[in-house]
Protein backbone atom coordinates (compact mmCIF):
# COMPACT_ATOMS: atom_id res chain seq x y z
CA UNK A 1 0.00 0.00 0.00
CA UNK A 2 1.37 3.85 -0.89
CA UNK A 3 1.89 6.10 2.02
CA UNK A 4 -1.60 7.47 2.79
CA UNK A 5 -1.35 11.18 2.89
CA UNK A 6 -3.12 12.52 5.67
CA UNK A 7 -3.97 16.11 6.61
CA UNK A 8 -4.38 16.60 10.39
CA UNK A 9 -6.63 19.46 11.16
CA UNK A 10 -6.80 19.98 15.28
CA UNK A 11 -6.20 23.62 16.99
CA UNK A 12 -4.64 21.27 20.32
CA UNK A 13 -0.34 21.83 18.96
CA UNK A 14 0.96 19.52 21.60
CA UNK A 15 -1.61 17.28 20.73
CA UNK A 16 -1.24 17.39 16.89
CA UNK A 17 3.02 17.14 17.80
CA UNK A 18 2.31 13.97 19.62
CA UNK A 19 -0.43 12.26 17.02
CA UNK A 20 1.59 12.98 14.12
CA UNK A 21 4.73 11.89 15.38
CA UNK A 22 2.92 8.61 16.39
CA UNK A 23 1.43 8.45 12.58
CA UNK A 24 4.41 8.99 11.06
CA UNK A 25 6.00 6.22 12.72
CA UNK A 26 3.38 3.77 11.67
CA UNK A 27 4.16 4.71 7.96
CA UNK A 28 1.54 8.06 7.21
CA UNK A 29 2.81 11.28 5.76
CA UNK A 30 1.48 13.81 8.01
CA UNK A 31 0.27 17.47 7.03
CA UNK A 32 -0.74 19.69 9.96
CA UNK A 33 -3.27 22.61 9.71
CA UNK A 34 -4.57 24.47 13.12
CA UNK A 35 -7.78 25.36 12.42
CA UNK A 36 -10.40 24.76 9.89
CA UNK A 37 -9.58 27.92 7.78
CA UNK A 38 -6.56 26.42 7.16
CA UNK A 39 -7.12 22.92 6.75
CA UNK A 40 -9.63 24.53 3.30
CA UNK A 41 -6.82 26.68 2.43
CA UNK A 42 -4.62 23.14 2.50
CA UNK A 43 -7.40 21.55 0.35
CA UNK A 44 -8.31 24.25 -2.23
CA UNK A 45 -4.27 23.54 -3.06
CA UNK A 46 -3.87 19.75 -2.59
CA UNK A 47 -6.00 17.06 -1.41
CA UNK A 48 -4.68 14.44 0.60
CA UNK A 49 -5.95 10.98 0.74
CA UNK A 50 -7.72 11.13 4.12
CA UNK A 51 -8.53 13.87 6.66
CA UNK A 52 -8.85 13.79 10.33
CA UNK A 53 -10.83 16.92 11.73
CA UNK A 54 -11.20 18.12 15.28
CA UNK A 55 -14.76 19.03 15.81
CA UNK A 56 -14.44 22.19 17.34
CA UNK A 57 -11.68 24.56 16.23
CA UNK A 58 -11.40 28.19 15.77
CA UNK A 59 -12.08 30.02 12.62
CA UNK A 60 -14.26 27.58 10.72
CA UNK A 61 -14.80 24.00 13.15
CA UNK A 62 -14.98 20.48 11.92
CA UNK A 63 -18.87 20.75 10.07
CA UNK A 64 -17.73 23.73 8.41
CA UNK A 65 -15.07 22.08 7.22
CA UNK A 66 -17.82 18.97 6.32
CA UNK A 67 -20.58 21.42 4.67
CA UNK A 68 -17.59 23.28 2.14
CA UNK A 69 -16.22 20.07 1.00
CA UNK A 70 -19.62 18.81 0.12
CA UNK A 71 -20.42 22.54 -1.23
CA UNK A 72 -17.21 22.10 -3.47
CA UNK A 73 -18.22 18.28 -4.40
CA UNK A 74 -14.72 16.79 -2.77
CA UNK A 75 -14.99 13.04 -2.36
CA UNK A 76 -12.27 13.21 0.57
CA UNK A 77 -12.89 10.72 3.57
CA UNK A 78 -13.42 12.53 6.71
CA UNK A 79 -12.90 10.95 10.13
CA UNK A 80 -13.36 13.48 13.08
CA UNK A 81 -11.31 13.14 16.37
CA UNK A 82 -13.01 14.54 19.35
CA UNK A 83 -12.55 15.25 22.44
CA UNK A 84 -15.95 16.62 23.78
CA UNK A 85 -19.22 17.08 21.12
CA UNK A 86 -22.56 17.48 21.58
CA UNK A 87 -24.94 14.74 19.94
CA UNK A 88 -26.34 17.46 17.46
CA UNK A 89 -22.62 18.14 16.34
CA UNK A 90 -22.33 14.44 15.65
CA UNK A 91 -25.52 13.61 14.19
CA UNK A 92 -24.50 16.38 11.61
CA UNK A 93 -21.21 14.72 10.77
CA UNK A 94 -22.85 11.62 9.75
CA UNK A 95 -25.31 13.36 7.86
CA UNK A 96 -22.15 15.44 6.01
CA UNK A 97 -20.85 11.62 5.24
CA UNK A 98 -18.11 11.72 7.84
CA UNK A 99 -16.18 8.04 7.70
CA UNK A 100 -15.97 7.74 11.43
CA UNK A 101 -16.06 9.74 14.61
CA UNK A 102 -13.29 8.68 17.06
CA UNK A 103 -12.86 10.11 20.73
CA UNK A 104 -9.63 12.05 21.67
CA UNK A 105 -7.27 10.83 22.26
CA UNK A 106 -7.58 8.04 19.99
CA UNK A 107 -5.81 4.24 20.56
CA UNK A 108 -3.32 4.19 17.66
CA UNK A 109 -3.86 0.68 16.73
CA UNK A 110 -7.76 1.99 15.79
CA UNK A 111 -6.50 4.95 14.46
CA UNK A 112 -4.47 3.46 12.00
CA UNK A 113 -6.94 1.09 10.71
CA UNK A 114 -10.17 3.81 10.21
CA UNK A 115 -7.63 5.55 8.59
CA UNK A 116 -6.55 2.78 6.12
CA UNK A 117 -10.07 1.52 6.19
CA UNK A 118 -11.14 5.29 4.51
CA UNK A 119 -8.41 5.32 2.36
CA UNK A 120 -9.24 2.11 0.95
CA UNK A 121 -13.07 3.61 0.43
CA UNK A 122 -12.01 6.31 -1.17
CA UNK A 123 -9.97 4.80 -4.11
CA UNK A 124 -13.83 2.41 -4.18
CA UNK A 125 -15.80 5.35 -4.74
CA UNK A 126 -13.97 7.24 -6.94
CA UNK A 127 -15.29 8.03 -10.49
Known amino acids: MKQIDVLLADDEKDFVEVLSRRMRTRGFKVNIAFDGQEAIEYIKERIPDVLLLDMKMPRKNGIDVLRWLNTKKIELPALVLTGYSSVT ?12 ILRKPPEMDIL ?9 KKGTVRK
Open 89 to 100: EEEEAWKLGVFD
Open 112 to 120: SKAVKEAYI
